[in-house]
Nanobody, 123 residues
């Protein structure tokens, strides 16, 4: 089992920045690719970014490319999501997740989920 706890969400004005953190405990963190997803009211959970367990390979949804950066610190068992140039449409609950198998883009490919952290971007 892997336990994931997100932090760093909050209220920010459009154009601002936030850095989300996801602290992992349990099974060795470095064995897992990690992903970030988000969900707004009435919408499906959508892929934001993912990072290979080595930290070398990353993937991003088109709507965050150039604005968000995913990274990880395996000795600290933590994955980060740096979010810059935030837009009101980025408002959502953001979840980190531990990848199991399959496409990085599909929520069903992830076995472990955090409780989520709210990000609200005001216009």
């Amino acid at each position: 089992q892997v336990q994931l706890i997100e932090s760093g969400g909050g209220l920010v004005q459009a154009g601002g920045s936030l850095r989300l953190s996801c602290a992992a405990s349990g099974r060795p963190f470095s064995h897992y690719a990690m992903g970030w997803f988000r969900q707004s009211p009435g919408k499906d959970r959508e892929f934001v970014a993912a990072i290979h367990w080595t930290g070398i390979t990353t993937s991003y949804a088109d709507f965050v490319k150039g604005r968000f950066t995913i990274s990880r610190d395996n000795p600290k068992n933590t994955v980060y999501l740096q979010m810059n140039s935030l837009k009101p449409e980025d408002t959502a609950v953001y979840y980190c997740a531990g990848h199991n198998s399959g496409s990085y883009y599909a929520p069903s490919s992830y076995s472990y989920w955090g409780q989520g952290t709210q990000v609200t971007v005001s216009s």
